[in-house]
Each structure stands twice: as structure tokens, then as C-alpha cells.
């Protein structure tokens, strides 16, 4: 069988500056990481951006997921190459870019795998996307140990701020899934060895540094919002900040190159912005704003995913992404596949592969409520694309297919995975008409940018750019009535909350809402830290909820559309370099483990260096 990695080792790369060359960058522009993989500057974006008219925005999500998940990364790939396949035959279509968060090499080594797409729709190299990439994470990772290292160091000699050890909420990280790490002691060794206290790890793409990175827009932006991440608190309760410790500059530097954005290419050569990657059911699970944004400045149509269901992926790309940036989608593609209906309608996930229309049928209750809540709740009309499984039947397809016609919700099969571009042709004419008319209108108030069409995601600041000052449009002051404002995008955004609600009714309204809970359970001690929030400045911040993504609920075991169900918050935490506040509800967890047979036992390197076992 003809695996993943054969097709990615097989394929013909064109080199990096061609790639770049496509979308109107010069070879002195990037910064090449070998001959097929490069980082853009963002001041080079900053000056591509100047004149740009901005593309329209794509975003893929997906219904609640199997273990194995859907296929929403191959399906956004799938879409960039069948808009690019369009465009070859109509150019006034335009160029298509995708906008992708990179893999952790936790799910890489574990059970779920790499997020480089599959089949022929793939990113590539693969092996190095998966595989440490141009360092990012790694980048991640020690700024936020550095932080870490620089409190306990504060602590060690003298203490000056009076910080409460057993108040201290940073943890360090490493981009593995280490269940050993979940809980541990530091600080032994004698009286050289620090202080003694209670700690734990987390995987690299759960950290506030992660979400920092994936938000900022500017090195100046970075530097701040790292300022502003609260480490501790002191025995008086005041809360003690990177900025407190001076340790907000060496972070920023370690920092600095990974910041720009990293261009690969798909299979079939379509230019792709790979950076940043937090998760989406313990962060907000979309890649960096920068690359978004990169790819607004430079394609005609900018593809990108928001991870796991649209209950978590796309809840957080609305309410937190695009209020931050003030863009806002054009269509929403809607991830569906038959076995997840199917594992929806009662079949043990052992069972999804055999066919079974009734079943396809009964698991349909997940997949309208969320084509509901994107139509109902943020007013955007979705576009259900079936990613197609060899084990699919033409009969559960047709079945599928006319129950979301019959509903009035657009659905078209796609066999990308198998056919690469070609196979998304009749995805990418869906969201195509969306977008054209089919999706949410476009904005066009008094001073508005210039677009190609309706639906476009607009500039940050009034004079254009979409990279200057490092402030996004959700972060910067209103501009006095009568002058030029943020584009359309953001006048036609509709979010699930408003920013001015308490904490705890934001939380409860998205769980009401978008989960259809009868209430939340939130504990006196969560009270109390949501009372301390809003009382230290915190309380119109937005709200990042982290519960299982297999269901609606926090009980991993509810499928389908459960209803009366109880949303348990267990903790929450501040992340006020980030912006916002996390929930944990339920059983989640920030550090994951490796199950029984993770996915390193089957990857090895062969004597002439190539790895095998990938995918």
C-alpha cells in the first residue's frame, strides 16, 4: 500500500523561491530554510500589504471528531488545490494560499499523527513539517521555560516581590505527550537546589506563549504581550508578571526569528503559510494571526482550519481570532464524514467502516447543530463537505447528502485525499458561490478598503496596513466617528458573547448556546478566581474553554447533540498576555499521555537517512 510518506518523498518540490515568486516576493524577501521551505520577515510583509487589496477568508472546521479525526487539514489542502485548479481555467477566480498551524510532535508520536494532510493533499516536506520544522516550537518552548527558570531564580535570591510559591501558575513545557510530567516536584537538591513545591508540565501548544505567539502582530506586540503573562501571585494576592521579573526582552529574543511566518508548498504547488499551532480543546486552536494575515496581503483566497469540531475550533476562531483582528470569514466549510455520523448515530467507533444508512442518519443530530450555531448564532452560511473513505457507499453518500438538501444546507462529496486538486473541484465551486453570494454579505460602511468581492477580511488599522503599530484592529481604539475604520469584516461580525458580560456569563452562554447545556457548574474556588480576575482588570476579556472534543458536552461519551447536559468547570486560569481567560471543564487535560501503542514504534530511519513509519 502507497503510504502517505511514499507520496511526499515521490513528489516533485518546486524550489522555495519560485513558491515565493508566485506570490510576488523577490529571493531577497525570504529567508530560506534549506531549498524548499522559507520565513518570511514581516516587514516584508508590511510592505506587501502597503497597496493589497485582501483576499477572502476561508475557514474549515468540522463536526465533533472520531479519535482518528476527520480530515480537516487534508480537506483545507484539498480546497487550496481545487481553487488553484479553477483559477487555471477561469484566473479571475485567483490565487489560493493556505494558512495552517504546524504539528506537535505530541499527536506525531502518539496516537492521532502529524497535521500535514494525507494522500495526495499534503503540505510538504512533510517529514520536516512533522518533524521539529524550522524550530518554532522548540523557539516556544524555551521562552516559556525561560520565564519559568527567571521566577524560581527571583525566588532563589531573596524574593523581593514576595512571591507565594505555592501560588506560581506557569509551568514549563516540552512539545511531547509525557502523562510522568502531569505532576511533579522541583526545587530538591539542598539549599542550592531552589525551592521545594509542587509543579507540573504541559505540552508546548497548551502554553500562554504558544497563544501569545499565534495572536501577536509585530515584534513590539510580542514583547508587550509576554510582558503582561502572569506567573504568580504574592502573598498578598498581587499578581506578578513577566515584565516584574525583566524577563520580557530575552523571551522576545529567543522569539524574534520564529515570528515569521513559515511558506511551504502542497503537493500540487500551492503556496502554503505553516506557523504557529496551538490546540483547540486546551487553547484556542488557530495558527498565527501573522500567517492569516500573510496570506489576506498576498492570495486572492486564504484557506485555513480551526482545530477539531466547530464547537471548539471555530467558536474560538470567531470569538477570540477574528475580534481580536477584526477580519471575519466569507464562507465556513463544515468537515463532515460518513463514519463520524455514524459513530454520532450509535455505532462503536470498531464499527464505523461498515455500511449503515440508519445510522448515518441517527448522527446527523451533531452535524446540523453545528451548521446551526455557525447560521443562527454568527450569521454564516456553512458549506458541509463529506471527505470521502474508501469504505464509503454511493448509497450512505446519497442518503447523507439529500438529508442536508432537504435542511437547506449545501453538501458536496470530496475525494481530494485520492484525487488532489481535481477531487475538490466541486467543494471549491461550492465555496466559491458562498462566498460570492451564498455566505454572509460583506460590509461596506463609510471608509471601508477597497475589496475583490463581497466577503473580504480587512486591514487591522486605518491606513491599510495589516501589519503596522502591532496592534490588531479587536485590540485598538475606535476611530472618531467620520474616519476610515476597519474593513467590512468586522462591522458584519456576530459573536456568541459580548465582551462586556461577567466572566461567568460568557461561560455560561457559549455552554448554553453553542453546547446546548442546561447550565454550567462552577465551583466556589472557580468563583473566587473569576471574581480575583475581574477585580484585577480581567473581566472583558473573552473566554477559552478547554473540554473534551469528542462531544458537545464535557462527557466524552455523550455523542450526537445531547441536550440538559451540566458544563462542570474544574479550574480556570488567566492568560493575560494572550487576552483571555481559560475554562478547563471536565476531564481535560494540558499534558496528554501516549496510548498503549503510540505512533513512534512504527517510525525508523533507513541507512541512507530517509524515515519511514511516518504516516
Not at 515584534?219 to 515584565?243: C, Y
Request: charged share 20%; with cysteine; aromatic share 4%.
Amino acid at each position: 500500500m502507497t503510504t502517505d510518506m511514499d507520496i511526499a518523498l515521490s513528489a516533485e518540490l518546486d524550489p522555495i523561491v519560485d513558491i515565493a515568486a508566485g506570490l510576488g516576493l523577490d529571493a531577497q524577501d525570504i529567508i530560506p530554510h534549506g531549498w524548499t521551505k522559507a520565513k518570511v520577515p514581516i516587514d516584508v510583509l508590511d510592505e506587501a500589504s502597503a497597496d493589497a487589496e485582501d483576499g477572502r477568508l476561508i475557514l474549515v472546521t468540522a463536526m465533533s471528531p472520531t479519535p482518528a479525526g476527520e480530515g480537516k487539514t487534508t480537506t483545507s489542502i484539498g480546497l487550496a488545490d481545487g481553487l488553484n485548479e479553477l483559477a487555471r481555467a477561469n484566473p479571475d477566480i485567483g490565487k489560493a494560499v493556505l494558512a495552517l498551524r504546524e504539528p506537535s510532535m505530541g499527536p506525531v508520536f502518539g496516537m492521532k499523527g502529524g497535521a500535514a494532510g494525507g494522500g495526495y493533499a499534503q503540505v510538504v516536506p512533510m517529514e520536516d513539517i512533522n518533524l521539529h520544522f524550522t524550530g518554532d516550537f522548540a523557539a516556544i518552548a524555551a521562552a516559556n521555560n525561560l520565564a519559568a527558570t527567571m521566577l524560581d531564580n527571583h525566588i532563589h535570591f531573596g524574593n523581593d516581590l514576595d512571591v507565594d510559591p505555592r501560588r506560581i501558575h506557569i509551568r514549563r513545557v516540552v512539545d511531547l505527550n509525557d502523562r510522568a510530567l502531569r505532576g511533579v516536584v522541583v526545587g530538591l537538591g539542598g539549599i542550592n537546589g531552589g525551592v521545594p513545591r509542587e509543579d507540573a508540565f504541559d505540552i508546548v501548544v497548551a502554553s500562554e506563549v504558544m497563544a501569545v505567539f499565534c495572536l501577536a502582530t509585530s515584534l513590539a506586540d510580542l514583547k508587550e504581550r509576554l510582558g503582561r503573562i502572569v506567573l504568580a501571585h504574592s502573598r498578598g494576592r498581587a499578581p506578578i508578571t513577566v515584565d516584574d521579573i525583566g524577563a520580557a526582552g530575552a523571551m522576545t529574543a529567543l522569539l524574534r526569528n520564529a515570528l515569521a511566518p513559515n511558506l511551504v508548498q502542497t503537493l500540487e504547488h500551492s503556496p502554503a503559510f505553516i506557523h504557529g499551532g496551538p490546540f483547540a480543546n486546551i487553547a484556542h486552536g488557530c495558527n498565527s494571526l501573522l500567517a492569516t494575515k500573510a496570506g489576506l496581503a498576498l492570495g486572492d483566497w486564504v484557506v485555513t482550519e480551526a482545530g477539531f469540531g466547530a464547537d471548539l475550533g471555530a467558536e474560538k476562531f470567531l470569538d477570540i481570532k477574528c475580534r481580536t483582528a477584526g477580519i471575519w470569514p466569507s464562507a465556513v466549510v463544515v468537515v463532515a464524514t460518513l463514519r463520524a455520523l455514524k459513530y454520532h448515530g450509535g455505532v462503536d467507533v470498531k464499527g464505523v467502516n461498515s455500511p449503515d444508512v440508519s445510522a448515518v442518519l441517527e448522527g446527523m443530530s451533531n452535524l446540523e447543530l453545528h451548521c446551526t450555531n455557525l447560521r443562527e448564532i454568527y450569521g454564516l452560511t456553512p458549506v458541509v463537505c463529506f471527505n470521502r473513505f474508501p469504505t464509503d457507499t454511493d448509497e450512505e453518500m446519497a442518503a447523507a447528502i439529500s438529508h442536508l438538501d432537504g435542511i437547506g444546507v449545501a453538501a458536496v462529496e470530496s475525494t481530494h485525499w485520492a484525487d488532489g486538486g481535481q477531487g475538490a473541484l466541486a467543494l471549491a465551486e461550492a465555496v466559491v458561490e458562498a462566498a460570492s453570494g451564498g455566505g454572509a454579505s460583506a460590509g461596506a460602511g463609510e471608509g471601508a478598503h477597497a475589496s475583490r468581492g463581497g466577503g473580504t477580511a480587512g486591514p487591522a488599522v486605518e491606513d491599510g496596513s495589516l501589519f503596522v503599530g502591532g496592534v490588531a484592529a479587536g485590540d485598538a481604539e475606535a476611530p472618531p466617528a467620520g474616519t476610515a475604520s476597519v474593513s467590512g469584516a468586522a462591522s458584519r461580525a456576530r459573536y456568541s458573547y459580548e465582551l462586556d458580560q461577567p466572566l461567568e456569563e460568557k461561560i455560561r452562554t457559549i455552554a448554553q448556546r453553542i453546547y446546548q447545556a442546561k447550565d454550567v457548574d462552577l465551583p466556589t474556588a472557580v468563583k473566587r478566581k473569576l471574581k480575583q480576575f475581574t477585580e484585577e482588570g480581567y473581566g472583558d476579556a473573552p473566554v477559552c474553554i478547554a473540554k473534551t472534543q469528542y462531544s458537545l458536552s464535557t462527557d466524552a461519551s455523550l455523542r450526537g447533540a445531547p441536550t440538559g447536559h451540566i458544563i462542570e468547570v474544574k479550574d480556570v486560569r488567566l492568560a493575560a498576555g494572550a487576552g483571555f481567560v481559560v475554562v478547563i471543564a471536565g476531564d481535560i487535560m494540558t499534558m496528554p499521555g501516549l496510548p498503549k501503542e503510540p505512533s513512534a514504534l512504527k517510525i525508523d530511519v533507513t541507512e541512507d537517512g530517509n524515515i519511514t513509519g511516518l504516516f
